[in-house]
């Protein structure tokens, strides 16, 4: 199969590190047309209104913490008055707090048209994490006999550009398969990825997808690649951090989300092993000598902690399980102290339990119809049936319906994809058929489930590197956590 290597999109800034891998990934591309939109406050005036929210806070406060020009300050604070949202004191207005509360939220021009760009993995039906408004075609440097070819990747100060040919992960590609298009709900949620991070706003999905008029201009997406770097972070002194991270080729910092995608590529795992052999790692070995002494680790802890029917499980659940294990090791090592890890573990918490409720959902395909088809329109009935369900008894003693359940039933569980989704489609079920394994094992349990969502929301889900929470999981919730999942993993294995 010939490949094709023309559409090459390249928008990194810069090497991020000497040990750093140059990739470009198989993607689909959808071109998506939007009335324009955009935050309600710039970053300078959300930062502002912050610190202003907090009573007698100066300007020479706000530039120590900062670092802006007390000039620039005064500046936005100006703009804040205009808008109404500070007062003559420098105190928030009513209107000011009610901002503070909505500070996310997008303003749209109904009069105004916008491209952006949505993002398809190629062999799996998952959508790349972020709404993007503006794509960089790389320049290209054709090679001879139909090689892939060089980009430039910088240009010298004499005008000389630098040229490097990415590793092109062709095994993904020619795995690649058809895909439906991503639907307006699917659009709007990366959209919030990107526009609405560490906010938890409730919104009205139905009137916002109406308000952005969110339409395709091509049907049939473009197969594209989109280049970025894997490497080793660089410290002070030199040493290296054991765990390799993924940039976000759109410059979202790094990318965790994409980093556990691209481990499906074997062909890569080799060729970080060999680029980055030699490197002195923080924790005082080499690379190399770590990793392997990692991968056996791993299989010890997996084969202490799990079934021996671990391996009779899905091929995705098992590889979520091993890096849960994984992350728990190298915060082990670190002394609970990498954030990296932490953001691991917490995704592949939620990507397991994800899994395990889509299986569920595989084996009683026609009963989950029924909910869809005669519960998911009618939020009053899913309310109902959330209530009846639970004064059954059947998940806790407790008949009282968790708030998080009842937010999510609000929304259309056919097209949800999150884990909460996932969970309110399957409590439903139980008004149809009753004979799922789940039933049984998730009592006591539920609680468990809300905190996960929770806690991938909070320190994973749609964040640059700079919005990073400030410090990883901590060792008690670490061990609280994989507790958790040990368990409810085994007991799922017992009864499957």
Known sequence: MEIDYNKIYYQ???????????????????????????????????????????????????????????KLISIVKF???????????????????????EIYRLMINYDKKKIGYVFK??????????????????????????????????????????????YFLNDLYENRVTQKPPDASEVLQLIQNSYLKQNQLEYNAEE??????????????????????IYLYLNDNETYEPDWRVLDPFNFGDNINLKYYLINSKNLLTIIQNKFADAKLSIGKIFSDFQEK?????????????????????????????AIVKSVILLENCNYNDLDAS????????????????????NRRNTYELVFSELDKDRAAKRKELYDIYNKNIFSNDTIVP???????????SNGKSLLSHLVSFILTYKYDKTSVLFKILRDRIEFFIEISKLRNEKGHGQTSSEKPLRPLTKEEI??????????????????
């Open 403 to 413: 708030s998080t359940l009842l937010n999510v039933s609000k929304t259309s569980l």
């Open 208 to 229: 916002l997808i109406s308000q952005l008029d969110i339409r395709f201009l091509n049907d049939k997406p473009d197969t594209v690649w989109v280049c970025t770097y």
């Open 294 to 322: 990692l991968v056996k680790q791993v299989e010890e802890k997996l084969l202490s902690d799990f079934s021996s029917k671990f391996y009779k499980l899905d091929k995705n659940l098992q590889f979520y399980l091993e």
């Open 343 to 362: 953001l691991s573990f917490s995704l592949n918490l939620q990507n397991a339990l994800e899994n395990i409720l889509k299986k569920d959902k595989e």
């Open 12 to 70: 990194i800034k810069h090497r991020p590190s000497p040990k750093s891998i140059l990739i470009a990934i198989p993607f689909y591309m959808y071109r998506v047309i939007t009335n324009e939109f955009e935050y309600s406050l710039n970053f300078f005036q959300k930062l502002v209104l912050h610190f202003k929210a907090k009573p007698g806070i100066k300007d020479e406060t706000i530039s120590l913490y900062t670092g802006l020009d007390p």
């Open 79 to 101: 703009q804040l008055q205009q808008k109404g949202l500070l007062n003559e004191f420098d105190s928030l207005t009513e209107n000011g707090n009610k901002m503070l509360r």
């Open 479 to 496: 061990t609280k956590y994989y507790n958790f999942i040990r368990l409810f993993v085994n007991d799922y294995i017992k009864n499957l």
């Open 121 to 166: 993995y190629v062999d799996q039906d998952i959508n790349y994490q972020y709404f993007i408004e503006r794509v960089v075609p790389a320049e290209k440097i054709e090679s001879l006999k139909k090689q892939p070819p060089k980009i430039v990747i910088s240009t010298k100060g004499d005008g000389e550009d630098y040229l490097e040919t990415p």
